[in-house]
């Protein structure tokens, strides 16, 4: 890992179809700047701007598709290295069987288009043998999948500083009004004690301090509520090792005014007060019945 304000960059290269492509999202999500298919004659001028000032970690992608790319990149690998050693190099690998499965699934054609697929593979990986050899990490993407991918090169280059943290959304509706169409969890509440049949009570939204209250006096609503809390606070952390960006906790009452709304309003506040980044959104709160 590199300290906390030392500049970074990574160049990206490697073998076609073995996920450059997958990698460089990652990356983005971790918070480094992208560039694809970059000259070779651009990077040096671009790490002169980019090492000269702080700022966002950068990844640069260069393979085949540059000419006489195999010739000149070890070559430039060290000229960028003795002048900014912050510069590393990833080669990204597969083996030729996934390569080829990949390419005859997308349906794209190879870079090198005058042999046939499988010699094509064969030949880039010898041509590229030299590039290979001054890599600072080789990532073979062979036996992952996009998910366990995502969280490999997380896991070599992530830090705590670039992550981009879970966003959980808190959201209450009303099944009468449909259900939320991007909701990671679903908790149907119409079976808890019911404000609206108290008439003081029903005008008023669940996150209102007397409608809080009395919710929070009735025993069932308490012991779900505490359930609930301890499912989705152990989930939490399972999604955030996925690397999922967003969880969706939706809880549904009849018409979305009360009972839902309590519960996501207090299930956010207290996951904020978690440490979670948390945003409570009331789908059907002030709808008109």
């Not at 359930?227 to 952390?237: D, F, I, T």
Request: charged share 25%; glycine share 6%; aromatic share 8%.
């Amino acid at each position: 890992m590199k300290e906390k304000n030392s500049q970074r960059a990574i160049i990206v290269t490697g073998l076609s179809g073995a996920g450059k492509s997958i990698v460089t999202r990652c990356f983005e999500d971790l918070g480094f700047t992208c560039v694809d298919n970059l000259p070779l004659d651009l990077i040096e001028p671009l790490f002169e701007r980019v090492f000269a000032q702080a700022g966002p970690p950068w990844v640069v992608v260069v393979d085949v598709r540059t000419p006489a790319f195999a010739g000149r990149f070890p070559a430039l690998v060290g000229q960028l290295q003795a002048r900014f050693p912050g510069v590393e190099v990833l080669f990204v690998e597969a083996s030729d069987d996934v390569i080829v499965r990949r390419f005859q699934e997308t349906r794209r054609p190879h870079p090198i288009r005058h042999l046939d697929l499988p010699e094509a593979v064969t030949y880039e990986r010898q041509l590229l043998q030299e590039v290979r050899a001054v890599a600072s990490d080789v990532l073979d993407t062979s036996n992952y999948t996009p998910h366990e991918l995502r969280a490999e090169v997380a896991r070599r280059f992530g830090t705590t500083e670039l992550a981009q943290p879970l966003v959980v959304r808190c959201e209450s509706f009303g099944f009468k009004f449909g259900l939320p169409s991007d909701a990671t969890l679903v908790f149907d509440v119409r079976f808890l004690p019911n404000p609206h049949f108290v008439p003081e009570l029903r005008p008023l939204p669940g996150d209102h301090p007397k409608v809080a209250e009395w919710l929070g006096q009735q025993q069932e609503v308490e012991e779900v509520y505490q359930k609930l809390r301890g499912l989705v606070s152990e989930l939490l952390p399972l999604y955030q090792r996925e690397q999922k960006s967003y969880v969706v906790v939706a809880f549904g009452c009849t018409g979305g005014k009360h009972r839902s709304v309590y519960l996501a309003s207090r299930l956010g506040d207290e996951l904020r007060q978690a440490g979670w980044l948390v945003r409570v959104h009331h789908r059907d709160r002030d709808r008109e019945p």
